[in-house]
Each structure stands twice: as structure tokens, then as C-alpha cells.
């Protein structure tokens, strides 16, 4: 049991940019989520895969896309960045959510 | 919609108090109820895990207890110690798999 593993975990783009943040789910995890957290504030869902098709999304918008693989790990897009979106994207996986998740240790990205 | 919210938002107590974080919930169709420890820029790690089904579970000096009903949920930490220090977080799961996470008690523990 591996957990969940997050990469890069630091990030420095321009805003314009695009980014691509990775995700390892824990061995056997086929749901994987999304949050975004900005500093002092509590995590914000953004979307939830499940077994490779999305199956819930938070309140952002489209150029905030996202992938899972067939091995259950996941990739979250964010297109033509904006300095708003500076802040700590975590991670979590779980099997079908009733065991209870666990995160990663997350990916901090800031936008200049 | 389901809303957590935690109390107190802040705690400042000495080394080797007990204490307890509250955590209550307005919708009781929750699958479990996690509670979690997050440190200044990290990952959340999770503490204790509670099945709708069950009334609490222990781990070490932690006992966290669920009352469904009522929606409350309270985590014990017995003996704290300044390494207890972090923001705890009470997180729901509920239908669709979608989590719902509290508003956070942070804690600070004092030499």
C-alpha cells in the first residue's frame, strides 16, 4: 500500500500558461477527486472520476479539465492561468468512497 | 445540501490537556464520517474513520464517536502534545461518493 502520490509538488507558471498536475491513487482506489485549497481557506471540490468517466463536478469552470487512466491514476488540466489559481491541489483517492479517502500530499502552484 | 461545522474554530491549550473537537452535520444520510489533521501547506492525513453504522472508533490517544441522530461527531485527543498541533478537519461522505468538509478547528498546543 503505496498511498496517494502527487506530482510536481511545486509548481511556478505564468498566467496564461497551462498546467498539468498528476495523481497516483492508492493501490486498489478506482475513485479519484480533486480539490483546490487557497490559503486559509478549506478545500474546494473540483471534479471526481470514477473508474475513467467524471461523475461529479464542483463549481469551476471548463478550462479546468481533468483525466483518469486505466490503472486509476488521474491528471487535472488547468488552461490559460490565472493568478487566482494559486494554491494547494490535492488529491484523494478511495474505493468507491465508503472506506474513506486518502490524500496526497498535494501539489503547491503559484501563478505570477 | 449538507453543511459541517466545527467548534471551536481555534483552541490554545498547555501540553498534556485533554480535549475535545466538535463537529456537527445537518444532513444524517452519511456513508462515514473522517476526521482529518492537515499541517501548514501539506496533504490532509486522516485520523479515524467512522462507519454510519458504528458509534466511535480509537486509535492511540484519539476516540472519535458519531451520533448520527443528533448529527455530531466529537474527537477526543487525550494528553496532547505540541506535535498535535495542526487544524482538524471533520469530513463527511455522502451520496455520490461526495465529500463534505467542516469549517476546521485549529489547535495549538503550548510547552
Known amino acids: 500500500e503505496t498511498g496517494v502520490t502527487q506530482s510536481p509538488t511545486h509548481l511556478i507558471k505564468t498566467r496564461g500558461q497551462q498546467v498539468t498536475l498528476r495523481c497516483s491513487s492508492q493501490?486498489?482506489?478506482?475513485?479519484v477527486s480533486w480539490y483546490q485549497q487557497a490559503l486559509g481557506q478549506g478545500p474546494q471540490f473540483i471534479f471526481q472520476y470514477y473508474r475513467e468517466e467524471e461523475n461529479g463536478r464542483g463549481n469551476f469552470p471548463p478550462r479546468f479539465s481533468g483525466l483518469q487512466f486505466p490503472n486509476y491514476s488521474s491528471e487535472l488540466n488547468v488552461n490559460a492561468l490565472e493568478l487566482d489559481d494559486s494554491a494547494l491541489y490535492l488529491c484523494?483517492?478511495?474505493?468507491?468512497?465508503?472506506?474513506?479517502?486518502?490524500f496526497g500530499s498535494g501539489t503547491r502552484l503559484t501563478v505570477v | 445540501k449538507q453543511e459541517v461545522t466545527q467548534i471551536p474554530a481555534a483552541l490554545s491549550v498547555p501540553e498534556g490537556e485533554n480535549l475535545v473537537l466538535n463537529c456537527s452535520f445537518t444532513d444524517s444520510a452519511i456513508y462515514n464520517l473522517q476526521w482529518f489533521r492537515q499541517d501548514p501547506g501539506k496533504g490532509l492525513t486522516s485520523l479515524l474513520l467512522i462507519q454510519s453504522s458504528q458509534r466511535e472508533q480509537t486509535s492511540g490517544r484519539l476516540n472519535a464517536s458519531l451520533d448520527k441522530s443528533s448529527g455530531r461527531s466529537t474527537l477526543y485527543i487525550a494528553a496532547s502534545q505540541p506535535g498535535d498541533s495542526a487544524t482538524y478537519l471533520c469530513v463527511s461522505t455522502g451520496g455520490g461518493n461526495k465529500l463534505t468538509f467542516g469549517t476546521g478547528t485549529q489547535l495549538k498546543v503550548e510547552l
Open positions: 484523494a483517492s478511495s474505493l468507491g468512497g465508503r472506506d474513506g479517502y486518502t
Open positions: 493501490s486498489g482506489h478506482n475513485t
